[in-house]
């Protein structure tokens, strides 16, 4: 049990549009992270989580290091994720915990600066993936701030670096996907290696990760129009698309975890309407997709009450669009 579910159950709703098919394309699988609101994070767990309401037929897992490889030679460990989650989704495959099938595609990682090297790796993501292995995340989150912000950090201007660059010349090759996460002033990079590599699709993890705490608290509005010409720009590569969430994490300054009682779902949609709206409205329902960003996001929100919010977003929105951004364009882009 994680440690917020009786805060979590302090706010109840019911489900809105609960027919509404859903593909979720962002979240994790974890075991024993005790960093975590949620330090276990496994098939039991998320089960719970689909079955709270929404009409959830797929998702897709993206990498968190979870299950690395404890040896072997260092740039192979990560593929130990991709065989741990492989085997959650052959578990789901088999139809006896239910209809959606959990971890249809899967987003792995893999050092990229090791150049025309990382190609041994990447192949090897696939000969494991059981035919779902779609794509990298190497995350660029890299802030001045270190520890203020957040204590994971890459190395500064990641995606910048020439070596970076040659690894990321193979994902065309493998025909796999690239997860940019990065933070708010580093948009800019992503957009530069977009327009770089313009045959390798990017998915824009979190909306380029709107920073709201440390240097960055208290500075919302101040921080809202650079931000939104950053993601006009990116939004100008064709080869990008955007995942609509991730935006509840205690990083982002919304401080809910710190409330008495969890946000509902009108209060989550009208806190975070301007990163939605601007996103959509530049990149188009068929470049957008919804994601939980589970159980990351699950320390403000539970998973009723954000995809409520979304849904509150969308209400006047048309079929064909409701079906572009819950469900068809993950399903385009994660080849699922």
Known sequence: MATNDNWLALVQEETLEPDLPIC???HHLWDQRPDRVEPRYMMDEILVDLNSGHNIVSTVFVQCTAMHRADGPEAMRPVGETEFVNGIAAMSASGLYGSTRIAAGIVGTADLTLGDAVGEVLEAHVQVGGGRFRGI??????DPAGDAVANRMAQPHLY???NFRTGYAQLARFNM??????YHHQIKELTDLARAFPDTTIILD???GPLGVGPYAGQREALLEPWRQ?????AKCANVVAKLGGINMPINGFGWHERERPPTSQE???ATRPYYEHAIEQFGVDRCMFESNYPVDKESCSYNILWNSFKRLTASYSVDEKAKLYHDTAARVYRL
Do not use: Y
């Open 24 to 26: 979720d394309p962002h």
């Open 160 to 162: 910048m670096d020439a």
């Open 177 to 182: 996907t690239f997860e940019g996460w990065c």
């Open 230 to 234: 950053d993601i006009t720009e990116l």
């Open 137 to 142: 995340r190497q995350s660029a989150a890299w």
């Open 206 to 208: 979190h909306f380029g």
């Open 268 to 270: 989550l949609m009208e």
